[in-house]
């Protein structure tokens, strides 16, 4: 019996609405009362925060499917039930989100001066939204809360944004739109094919993942899940809402954009993509990897032409997602590749800490120089050395440096496709070698390069990070090195639902693994088509 059961305490639906308890509370305090409202936005996101941490610890590593179950009839007529619960990938990502939530407030406490009710309110709402997609287990309640965390980073961007905030808003919310209706058809439609099962009408997703679809409706509709996806993490080709939505989101829209949102992409490809339509998936598999790979690549060396900081860090996202669902469909095209599947979700939850760190650096320079021009940034390691210090933890970690947690998820990410196929391996790899050059040439440039412009950047009257910044950072720093020097201790809540997960597709995936072409293959068939 779970300590769930045991309890009779709704664990979940109390994280995912606590934030929502602190947005009612605001409303009644009515306006003009700015440190109320911080002060609210940090006690709903810590609370919310520390029963994360009790979950984590009550959670059973060995026990199969989900555990701290939730579930009622919601809407008799559609069958559709209000049902939560966790696995070991969900309940990391739920972790990340609500650590995130506490920082960014932290963060933005001192920075956020006009609309200040309005923008605690719209990251209250956005986590409400990011935490329920990760806690459904009914599609019709994960597609609400996909949809809910939609809005309020619309206005995040939209109104505490920067020059462009409006076009980059807009952008963001056509692509996410886009990816969202197209998912909706492909629910609707294996939502109708339920009906003529034994499962009958039915919004429950492992009874929906349990149906054996058709091959022409397992393409469509992985099609339609995939894009939907594909856009949020975002892949290559798919990835140009994101530099903009990065560039001009305040550093809060920033760092939750990249920690949570971004994940979602990759969340979703594993709860619904591989599961519901193994065939399909397993068709993919060459594709995804080639552009996966790709991203690697291609973002790596657009980072390296990056003039703008923000920019540069929102362009290594693309190059470090490409290991996310790399590994997964790596992973998938061979039964006995847990490694890459560990790995790629180990890569969602370190790039969570170290990509939305960056970002937090990005804002503290920012509020201190007035500026995102690296050239225009030099030889700020003498004014702020603390600064200097927390920048070049992160720094090294997003290189994948031993030790620290990039380069846990990306050696395992890289193995399984090592193990898939040597070629796209080594190809990725540059990758990492990229990333080390455009991250250390941005760090001595930013610190140690004494030729920038005193006209842009007057040094006078530069101060280090202060103790509200160091509160945020701080853990950032602890588990970046937690991860990096024992990263079984998230491993552990890893290897039940990979193996089940892989149990879904590894039949078949044995069966089909001669037929996978490779990047020779691939490279033979372009020459081809010339």
């Known amino acids: ?11 979940l639906s109390v994280i995912t609405y606590l934030p929502l308890a602190g947005v009612l509370l605001m409303l009644a305090f009515g306006r003009g009362r700015p440190g109320v409202y911080k002060l609210v936005a940090l006690v709903a996101t810590l609370a919310a925060f520390v029963l994360s941490v009790v979950m984590l610890f009550c959670f059973d590593t060995e026990a199969p499917g989900m555990q701290f179950t939730e579930s ?18 969900a309940a990391l990502l739920v972790f990340l989100t609500t650590l995130l939530g506490v920082i960014v407030i932290i963060a933005s406490w001192n920075y956020v001066k006009d609309r200040e009710r309005g923008f605690f309110i719209s990251l209250l709402l956005l986590q409400v939204g990011m935490t329920g997609v990760f806690c459904a287990t009914d599609l019709f309640l994960f597609y609400i809360f996909w949809e809910v965390m939609l809005v309020p980073m619309y206005f995040i961007i939209g109104i505490w944004g920067g020059p462009r905030k409006v076009y980059a808003a807009i952008k963001f919310f056509l692509y996410t739109l886009v990816g969202s209706l197209l998912m909706l058809v492909a629910i609707i439609a294996v939502v109708l094919y339920s009906r003529g099962t034994a499962a009958g009408l039915t919004f429950d997703i492992q009874a929906l993942s349990d149906i054996i679809y058709p091959y022409d409706l397992q393409i469509w509709a992985f099609l339609a899940f995939f894009l939907a996806f594909a856009i949020k993490v975002p892949m290559f080709p798919l ?13 809060a829209g920033s760092v939750i954009l990249a920690g949570v949102l971004l994940k979602m992409g990759g969340y979703g490809m594993l709860r619904f993509c591989l599961p519901m339509f193994p065939d399909a998936s397993l ?15 291609y973002g790596a060396l657009v980072s390296l032409r990056q003039k703008d900081l923000k920019k540069l860090v929102a362009y290594s996202s693309v190059s470090h997602m490409g290991f996310v669902t790399a590994g997964i469909f790596a992973a998938i ?33 920012y509020e201190r120089t007035h500026t995102r021009e690296i050239a ?17 933890v992160f720094t090294l970690g997003s290189l994948g440096l031993p030790g620290l947690s990039g380069f846990v998820g990306e050696f395992l990410s890289l193995l399984g496709l090592f193990h898939y196929d040597y070629a796209w391996g080594a190809v990725a790899a540059v990758g990492v070698v990229l990333a080390a050059c455009y991250l250390l040439w941005m760090y001595q440039r930013v610190l140690f390069n004494d030729r920038g412009d005193p006209d842009i950047m007057p040094r006078d009257g530069l101060f280090d990070v202060r103790w509200r910044e160091v509160a945020s950072l701080t853990p950032l720093v602890v588990m970046a090195v937690w991860v990096g020097v024992y990263p079984d201790t998230f491993l552990n809540l890893l290897h039940t639902p990979v193996r089940e997960l892989l149990a879904d597709v ?15 293959e691939l490279l033979a068939f372009v020459k081809g088509l010339f």
């Open 506 to 520: 590894g039949q078949t995936a044995q069966e089909r693994h001669d037929s996978f072409p490779g990047v020779s």
């Open 1 to 11: 019996m779970s300590w769930q059961d045991q309890m009779g305490f709704p664990i």
């Open 72 to 89: 009622f009839v919601w809407i008799e007529s559609l069958n559709v039930r209000y049902g939560f619960g966790i696995d070991g990938i």
């Open 376 to 392: 225009a940034m030099s030889g700020l390691a003498k004014p702020m050395p603390v600064l200097a210090a927390f920048l070049m």
């Open 333 to 365: 095209a061979i039964s006995d590749n847990p490694q890459g599947l560990e790995g790629a979700i180990l890569v969602m939850f370190s790039h969570g800490i170290l990509t939305g760190a960056l970002f937090l650096m990005v804002g503290f320079l």
């Open 239 to 251: 990835h140009t809402w994101l530099p903009d939505a990065h560039v001009e989101a305040p550093t």
């Open 283 to 297: 068709d993919a598999v060459p594709y995804v990897i080639a552009l996966s790979v790709i991203a690697i690549v």
